[in-house]
């Protein structure tokens, strides 16, 4: 079945510091794939989205690149913010599948002032 | 911007019984969906719903059922709730016209006591 890998957290870093965070994915066709950004005690709002091969997605400086080849969509920023702290998940979605989305298990980030 | 509203934010319910969670979205939707997110489990699809009417079990469908009389509603029924469904619980909606893209709500925070 689909599948969505992503890395582990938290993830702790200073102002100014460049993010990471790795994701990867199994599913059968061409998923669409999703960033989403949860704040504390919130729901889940879309970050960002690529819906087929080699698509960037951005959005307030973050960017992830739909890699079939390596079955990627990293999500990157250049420089974080405080107000960037939250929790992050990749997802993907198959219009085959009823457009359900199948979540990572989400990656804790802490920017420090 | 796409809005989707859940009816409650908190609530406190006894064991036993019988709980609602109401979901309205305003952008005519053909898709909703009932998902709940615990701590090191990520997020699970309980129900999901593709028209009035339809419903098909998500992931984790035991213990409760879902009720979508009209388009724009999508109710999350526990029918007996019970301490091991004290969760956030997250709605969605999503539609080909959207481009698939999935809407998620607040949350909604359940305890059960």
């Known amino acids: 079945g689909d599948s969505v890998t992503q890395m582990e957290g938290p993830v702790t870093l200073s102002e100014e510091a460049f993010l990471t965070i790795n994701c990867t994915y199994t599913?059968?066709?061409?998923?669409?794939l999703f960033w989403y950004v949860q704040y504390p005690g919130e729901g889940l709002q879309l970050l960002l989205k690529?819906?087929?091969?080699?698509d960037k997605g951005s959005n307030k400086g973050f960017e992830a690149t739909y890699r079939k080849e390596t079955t990627s969509f990293h999500l990157e920023k250049g420089s974080v913010q405080v107000s960037d702290s939250a929790v992050y998940f990749c997802?993907?979605?198959?219009?085959?599948?009823?457009?359900?989305?199948?979540f990572g298990g989400g990656t804790r980030v802490l920017v420090k002032p | 911007d796409v809005k989707v509203t859940q009816s409650s934010r908190y609530l406190v319910k006894r064991t036993g019984e019988k709980v609602f969670l109401e979901c309205v979205q305003d952008?005519?939707?053909?898709?909703m969906f009932w998902y709940r997110q615990d701590p090191g489990l990520g997020l699970r699809l309980i129900y999901f719903?593709?028209?009035?009417?339809?419903?098909e079990k998500g992931d984790i469908p035991e213990g409760y059922s879902v009720s979508r009389e009209k388009k724009e509603r999508f109710s999350l029924i526990l029918e007996s709730a019970s301490t091991n469904q004290t969760s956030m619980y997250l709605c969605?909606?999503?539609?080909?016209?959207?481009?698939?893209?999935?809407?998620f709500g607040e949350g909604s925070w359940l305890t059960v006591v």
């Open positions: 969605a909606s999503g539609a080909a016209s959207s481009g698939n893209t999935i809407y």
């Open positions: 599913a059968t066709g061409y998923p669409s």
């Open positions: 690529a819906t087929k091969a080699d």
């Open positions: 997802a993907l979605s198959r219009q085959a599948a009823g457009n359900k989305l199948t």
């Open positions: 952008m005519d939707h053909e898709n």
């Open positions: 719903s593709y028209d009035v009417k339809m419903k």
